[in-house]
């Protein structure tokens, strides 16, 4: 579908996808356009709108990808985007995506949707899987049964999708069309005497009478408040009570709403049985129940999920490390090559001690990164991260969180941003808020790199991988304590319930793990190439000026005097890190350093942590900065990890990689944390907080580890 | 008559009256799981804090609080 239109004279349609979470809205989305809309295997992954554009026979489509939402109610946030979508926005044609393999369920929204009076076609997306399990659904019937037209299509194999758009074009030309929704007698006796009413006072809308009925019976607030100004509310007023006593008194019920969802699911009902063949029988125990009754075992669960984990730190160091000597290797090269073709001494310094020590010190770190997604993007493809929120909310609900809180909190391993989006899932804003808190103990991606530089200088090869799983299993810890403190001072407040859909176990396809790795590994590669450079160069410019003539001069005086190489080179190097430290960074290094000398930082080390402030990254890329400037030529060992291992003690690298895992994530995260909480003093709060755990419990560390090793 | 909460790993009942009230009976609702509703117990977590339960095709994980407000007659 790609062939272009010209945008002014082509016409346009604008779409909105609408269905349930997880029935393949985004994918679907994906495979008819260039898009790489983020699809994963649970409820909520969607939690805002986003609008895709292509070109079809001369029209310009507009999609709108929608958050998945169950009902038409508020109930979390991320459905009232939608709701608040769907009835205030302009758009021209609803498609209402359908999990054909769970029909019946999926109707239920259907049913709501089709009282809007807008066009709808239904997608019977997931055909491929349907086939597989032996499910046949009669397309055209069903359309000539509902009113709607319906197509069959598969996102994974793109079955069916021109003929959907082609259906989409059809209808927005068609001349609105009324879907035929029965209900039972007694509902549809009371429809037709408040349309006849409607219809006897010439009551004028767009929507048809029959929908208004329907709506003003089912307790539907909008059209309540069209009708209240209108004159003939006084007489309708009473009409509408009575009328729903009788429904009400038909279901044996004393709620309306819950009248309709039986009067829906008994309609749904009644077009599943005629257009639905199960054609193989079903074995007793599905594949997914078979495999549930392993993965979320009362005994097994748990240490199962601990065991996964664990792997994924050992695969992260072990086979990440593989290739970070040659990288290693290519940026010293790249430096050497780069620097002999500089004449201009600062130049040079700028471009190889400044940029490519700071961008490669990063770029170092991306197989490990690479790992860690892949193993985030298996946890979100298979189905397997909402059985972990099912194991886990027993344990966090002790600690006050929700177990819906897992999804926002494994996000938040590959980045936080995404995560304080996706906290949007939650529907109580205490349980948000919260969620939101500690987030940021959950530690990124951009982390990682600092906590394998410190896991590889101070531990063997064997242990750097467990290190890593505790690191990162002790930040989660301190997380869940926090928020349990959270909890009982400031969110207090009773118990939200958990009711989560569990998503049957996928098989995900390479095409669709690759994409996800690759959208992120480039994502992180293009920091590196943009703001970490620049940061880098900042560091350099800072660390390189002012520069002071007389410390030169004079120690290019002694070095002449000087023999022997040795003491020539030990001149050399005292020279290059008197100059740094009486550098801008080096001055606000001294400056800071007092703050910091109770957790046992030298001056470079608190200034990775300010400067760390912007984005992780930029803690590695500094240190970088900084010890490949302190020594110029260094006998032995002169990368990163070497310089730490000998600079660094081991109780001062303790105490900072606690700093790190605690504080603010960064610049970019701290933005969307305040939008995401509603409020700029949500933002201090959180520094405040994270700042004093951040600083109290490395000072405990340094302490506590100084006093043990 | 008994709880969901009640019934034990295996068990099939249906459903009887939701005890929910408003928002969270409106999403029950919206999962299928509404008077007559026919409701298999799958997987139990430790001490039943948490419990998995199917309805039609749909899986479900409910906590032991809600599956306590719901009404069942055993098949
Ligand atoms: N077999 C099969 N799987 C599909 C199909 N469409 C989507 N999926 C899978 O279904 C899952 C959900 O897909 P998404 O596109 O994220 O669903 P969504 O409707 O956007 O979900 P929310 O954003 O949470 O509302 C993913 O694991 C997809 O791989 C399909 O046609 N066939
Ligand atoms: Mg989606």
């Keep these: ?113 089709l009282t809007m009076s807008k066009k709808v076609v239904i997608a019977l997306n997931m055909s491929d899987e349907a086939q597989k399990e032996g499910i046949e659904i009669n397309a055209e019937y069903m359309s000539e049964l509902m009113g709607v037209p319906c197509v069959k299509v598969s996102a994974v194999t793109k079955e069916g999708i021109e003929k959907l758009i082609d259906t989409v074009l059809q209808k927005h030309q068609d001349k609105k069309v009324k879907p035929k929704l029965v209900f039972s007698e007694p509902v549809e006796e009371e429809i037709a005497q408040i349309v006849w009413y409607l219809d006897k006072h010439r009551f004028q809308s767009e929507n048809s009478y029959r929908n208004i009925a329907i709506n003003l019976l089912k307790n539907n607030k909008k059209t309540y408040e069209k009708l209240h100004d209108n004159p003939i509310w006084t007489e309708l007023q009473p009409i509408l009570i009575e009328a729903s006593k009788h429904i009400e008194l038909h279901h044996d019920s004393d709620d309306v709403k819950e009248a309709f969802a039986e009067e829906y699911a008994s309609f749904n009902r009644g077009i599943v049985a005629e257009v639905l063949k199960q054609k193989v029988k079903q074995e007793k125990k599905t594949i997914t129940e078979k495999i549930d009754s392993v993965l979320i075992h009362p005994l097994f669960g748990i240490p199962i999920f601990l065991f996964f984990m664990w792997s994924l730190f050992q695969l992260t160091f072990e086979v990440g490390a593989i290739p970070m000597d040659y990288i290693d290797a290519f940026f010293g090269w790249m430096g050497d090559t780069v620097g002999a073709t500089i004449s201009n001494e600062d130049i040079r310094s700028l471009v190889v001690d400044g940029i490519i020590a700071g961008v490669g010190a990063v770029v170092l770190f991306v197989p490990n990164i690479i790992i860690l997604f892949i193993g985030i993007a298996l946890l979100e493809s298979t189905g397997y991260m909402s059985r972990v929120a099912f194991l886990l909310d027993g344990f966090f609900h002790k600690f006050g969180l929700h177990g819906q809180s897992f999804i926002p909190l494994v996000t938040g391993f590959g980045c936080s941003i995404p995560a304080y989006m996706s906290a949007r899932i939650l529907k109580n804003d205490r349980d948000r808020l919260l969620t939101l808190f500690i987030i940021g103990f959950m530690s990124c991606g951009a982390r990682l790199p600092v906590y394998v530089l410190f896991a590889g200088a101070f531990f063997s090869p064997e242990m750097a991988g467990n290190i890593l799983f505790i690191i990162y299993i002790s930040g989660a810890m301190i997380g869940i304590i926090a928020a349990k403190v959270l909890k009982m001072t400031v969110f207090k407040g009773v118990d939200e319930p958990f009711v989560m859909e569990m998503p049957k176990y996928r098989l995900p396809s390479l095409k669709l793990i690759w994409h996800t ?21 900042l560091v350099w410019f800072l660390s390189n000026y002012p520069h002071n003539l007389a410390l030169e001069a004079e120690y290019a005086q002694k070095i002449a005097v000087e023999s022997s190489a040795n003491e020539k080179q030990k001149l050399a190097n005292q020279r290059s890190s008197e100059l740094l430290e009486q550098s801008y960074l080096g001055s606000i290094g001294k400056f800071s350093e007092p703050l910091f000398a109770p957790l046992g930082f030298d001056w470079k080390m608190s200034v990775a942590l300010q400067t760390g402030l912007a984005a992780k990254e930029v803690v590695v890329s500094t240190l970088g900065v900084l ?44 933005v969307v944390f305040t939008r995401e909480a509603g409020g700029i003093r949500y933002f201090f709060y959180l520094l405040a907080f994270t700042s004093i755990v951040a600083y109290s419990l490395a000072f405990i560390a340094y302490n506590v580890t100084r006093i043990l090793v | 008559m008994k709880k969901l909460i009640e019934c034990e790993r295996g068990e099939k009942v249906r459903v009887l009256k939701l005890h929910a009230k408003d928002e969270l009976k409106q999403r029950l609702i919206s999962f299928g799981l509404m008077k007559e509703a026919i409701v298999e117990v799958l997987e139990q977590a430790p001490a039943k804090q948490t419990i998995e339960v199917k309805v039609g095709k749909m899986r479900l994980a409910l906590r032991a609080q809600e599956a306590e407000l719901i009404a069942v007659e055993v098949l």
């Design chain 1, 627 to 670: 010890y490949s400037l302190g020594s110029d030529v260094t006998e032995g060992d002169n990368t990163l990890v070497g310089a730490i291992s000998k600079n660094i003690s081991f109780a001062s690298a303790v105490a900072f990689i606690v700093v790190i895992m605690i504080y603010l994530p960064c610049l970019a995260a701290s």
């Design chain 1, 1 to 113: 579908m790609e062939e272009k239109s010209c945008p002014v004279i082509s016409k346009h349609i604008k779409v909105a996808l609408v269905g349930q979470p997880n029935v393949g809205k985004s994918m679907l989305i994906n495979s008819v356009s260039n898009a790489h809309l983020h699809v994963g295997n649970f409820s909520g992954v969607t939690v805002d709108k986003t609008e895709v554009l292509f070109d079809y026979k001369g029209y310009n489509f507009t999609v709108v990808d929608l958050p998945g939402t169950y009902a038409f109610t508020d109930y979390t946030i991320e459905e009232r985007v939608t709701h608040d979508y769907l009835c205030a926005e302009e758009y021209d044609v609803i498609i209402n995506v359908v999990d054909s393999t769970n029909l019946t369920k999926n109707l239920q929204l259907t049913a709501e949707l």
């Design chain 1, 517 to 537: 790795v690759l959208t992120k590994t480039m994502m992180y590669l293009k920091k590196a190439g943009t703001f970490i450079a620049g940061a880098s160069m």
